[in-house]
């Protein structure tokens, strides 16, 4: 089976609908959403409300901080976040926020976990930025591969049986075998707001036989999406940063 | 000891287990067979179990993702990888004959199979390289030949590939490899430059060659740190009858500095097929190894040098080999200051570059060809001493250029052929504008620009007044008239 796995969309809906193009013409089966689907972009309502077609449909999704963030203002983030999510939360129709508010943590399926961030505390939005959480991450939960975002950088980390660890950056198109003797957590790139200096936007393919992970780049209209988030009036470095993918 | 896992005639995912044919440290490599398959396999299981070494496992792991992605002549065939938790296995195509191991008891060898050999082993590694994989642990027992001449390179546990996780790296930080063909940089625990592994390749052409390993066989970091700053014994002093042009491309491989070695095994290739071109530096001339004071300088200074490391794909595409073919008959003049502006642009980003100016002089069918023109002139010196004479305005190293005088009845088929040979990545070449002429013998830009498995660059010359009165006629355009 061919999954696709989509992390921090943050309500961008050209660089959304760029990869879930391409996904579905590498034969995606099964979708999966790891989370983010709003904030700092300037199409939520839409974001969201494809995010609930394809649940219907049978994708999986789990919760991200900035989905917490619209029901519940006590979630810590930075000054613009929070306006974009105070926006947000003006844009958002009830039935939008309630598929937001009963959104898991984790989600298991399979030999699969998929988490927004490190799996051993998913509430507090650590991110897994070296082995030190994926090993942590890791001890938490038996499945043997992990998928999850929040870090908008792509990493694949993984786990020998003896316990060690080993963290590698993965090659655009390169597909990486996810051997089975070790476990593994995949960090995936962010479809809507890229931080790896590469503005294209990013999602995972698996292949389930195969056990075969590849990250894949996508080019959209990055120019549509700017003039979408300054049109709102949000903050300017929220549209600068899509050009750079920083 | 622990239990056998697997017994002759057992079947495992539809191989049968035929025999033992070689018991590593790390793994066991069953002969197999399968119903209705009949080309030779082998089966490589990993030990498994109590008081197994990690590194076996890691090492197995390796082979499991990277076998699988490697294509071409110079690697045994991957026919399946079993990934089990439980029991995990390869099954490779098995190479008929023997390793290189088994030709020790022959060294030191001619000098000129040395350097046939090591062309082999030098386009085996440059086919790897660019297919993302550096071997890192290059040495007799891992090179076979196949029937056809083409060097199979074996185990690929200790390899690292530039796009999938580096298990070995990760795991241990320790340097892993064979003590005496190890690469100082190795032993740094750098592991992704390919260069490494002409390091390795220089060790065995020395090793070849002279009967002597230049860093001995010791195993200890210790010992094997030595060559971090001490320099081996010149060859020549071991054989005085040793060729200055091998001493030349073996020490440059044996350098301790990594950029100062040959940039890509395509290069060496080219060098040792190509001996008479061969530039002698005093590296040629060296009887006695590096002065007291430069072995202290590298002991005590190593930051010196900060080893530069470009990624293995960007490294690869910046040194490339480029042949441009030359046109010496009357009249070509126009073209060749084309080419010689075409190729300035080529090499003006890519200071790791080689130039091959090649001519190629066109041979009846059934007319004798004489060596010497009708004044006694030597054709072939004088069609060399013209491409020297083209390439000068470029002011190219002579390390950077070579020039190839070749006779050929079909000239097309002739420059695919040195393009193959030796690896060439970029051909240039000038478009015939004579009509007349391309009518009667045919394009050989088109020929060369369609049937080259690397770029070419078709270059024609700028158009004189006179060219735009009249219609352009054009060597590889596909119009009816072409």
Redesign the interface.
């Given at each position: 089976m061919q999954i696709a796995l989509f992390a921090d969309i943050h309500g961008n809906r050209q660089a959304f609908e760029a990869c879930l193009k391409q996904a579905r013409d590498f034969g995606a089966e099964r979708y999966v959403l790891l989370g983010d689907f709003v904030g700092y972009g300037a199409d939520p309502d839409w974001t969201v409300t494809t995010a609930m077609e394809l649940v219907d449909q049978g994708a999986f999704a789990v919760l991200g901080n900035h989905d917490s963030a619209i029901a519940n203002s006590r979630e810590q983030m930075n000054l613009e976040a929070k306006v974009a999510i105070e926006w947000t939360r003006g844009e958002l129709g009830t039935q939008q926020r309630r598929f937001l508010a009963q959104l898991p943590l984790r989600q298991n399926d399979e030999d699969r976990l998929y988490v927004h961030a490190d799996a051993s505390n998913p509430a507090s939005w650590i991110y897994v930025i070296s082995t030190v959480e994926a090993s942590r991450s890791l001890a938490f939960d038996p499945a043997q591969i992990t998928f999850c975002g929040h870090v908008h950088r792509p990493a694949?980390y993984?786990m020998?049986?003896?316990a060690?660890?080993?963290?590698?950056t993965?090659?655009t198109g390169?597909a990486?075998?996810l051997?089975?003797?070790?476990r593994w957590l995949a960090v995936l790139g962010s479809v809507g707001q890229p931080r790896d200096g590469n503005p294209a936007a990013s999602f995972a393919m698996l292949d389930t036989k195969k056990?075969e992970l590849t990250y894949c780049r996508v080019p959209y209209d990055v120019e549509q999406a700017v003039a979408a988030i300054r049109k709102k009036g949000l903050p300017r470095w929220l549209a600068d940063r899509l050009f750079l993918g920083q | 000891m622990a239990k056998p896992l697997h017994e002759p005639g057992v079947v495992l995912d539809g191989f049968r287990l035929d025999e033992i044919a070689h018991q590593g440290g790390f793994s066991a490599v069953w002969r197999v067979s399968r119903p209705g398959v009949s080309t030779p396999m082998l089966m490589k299981v990993p030990r498994i179990g109590e008081g197994t070494d990690p590194a076996a496992i890691v090492s197995f792991e390796m082979e499991q993702m990277i076998m699988p992605r490697l294509t071409g002549q110079h690697v045994a065939k991957c026919i399946v990888v079993g990934d089990f938790a439980v029991q995990p296995y390869i099954v490779l195509e098995c190479i008929p004959g023997k390793t290189l191991y088994e030709r020790l008891p022959e060294l030191p060898l001619p000098y000129a199979e040395v350097a046939a050999i090591g062309v082999k082993i030098a386009q085996a590694l440059d086919d790897i390289h660019r297919q993302h994989v550096v071997h890192l642990d290059i040495k007799p027992s891992n090179i076979m030949f196949r029937p056809s001449g083409e060097a199979v390179l074996l185990d690929f546990g200790l390899s690292h590939h530039d796009q999938l996780p580096d298990l070995m790296q990760e795991e241990f930080r320790v340097p892993f490899g064979t003590a005496p063909y190890m690469s100082p940089e190795q032993l740094r625990g750098i592991r992704s430059d390919p260069r490494s592994d002409l390091f390795a390749l220089g060790v065995l052409l020395y090793f070849f060659s002279t009967g002597v390993r230049p860093f001995g066989e010791r195993e200890t970091i210790r010992a094997m740190r030595k060559r971090l700053w001490r320099d081996p014994v010149p060859p020549r002093r071991l054989r005085p009858d040793y060729p200055p042009w091998l001493q030349e491309i073996v020490l440059r491989c044996l350098d301790i500095e990594p950029g100062w070695r040959y940039p890509t095994a395509a290069q060496l290739a080219f060098d040792l097929s190509h001996h008479d071109q061969v530039k002698l530096t005093t590296r040629s001339e060296r009887m006695r190894r590096d002065p007291i004071t430069t072995v202290l300088r590298r002991r005590f200074n190593k930051d010196l040098m900060r080893p530069h490391q470009p990624a293995l794909a960007a490294h690869l595409s910046s040194s490339p080999i480029i042949a441009v073919a030359i046109d010496l008959t009357e009249g070509s003049r126009a073209i060749n200051d084309a080419l010689r502006v075409t190729t300035e642009r080529i090499l003006a980003t890519l200071p790791s570059a080689r130039l091959a100016c090649v001519n190629v002089l066109k041979q009846g069918r059934i007319t004798i060809d004489f060596t010497l023109d009708e004044f006694g002139h030597n054709k072939q010196i004088e069609r060399l001493v013209a491409l020297k004479h083209w390439a000068a305005p470029i002011e190219l190293d002579e390390r950077q250029l070579t020039v190839h005088a070749i006779e050929a009845i079909d000239p097309a088929t002739a420059i695919l052929d040195f393009a193959r040979a030796n690896s060439i990545d970029h051909i240039v070449i000038g478009a015939r504008q004579n009509s007349l002429l391309r009518k009667l013998l045919g394009s050989v830009s088109a020929k060369v620009a369609a049937e080259a498995q690397c770029t070419v660059t078709v270059v024609r010359p700028p158009p004189t007044s006179q060219d735009e009165a009249a219609p352009a006629t054009d060597d590889v355009s596909l119009s009816s008239a072409g």
């Open positions: 694949i993984s020998s049986p003896t060690k660890m080993t963290a590698f993965p090659t390169a990486v075998p051997l089975q003797g070790r056990r | -």
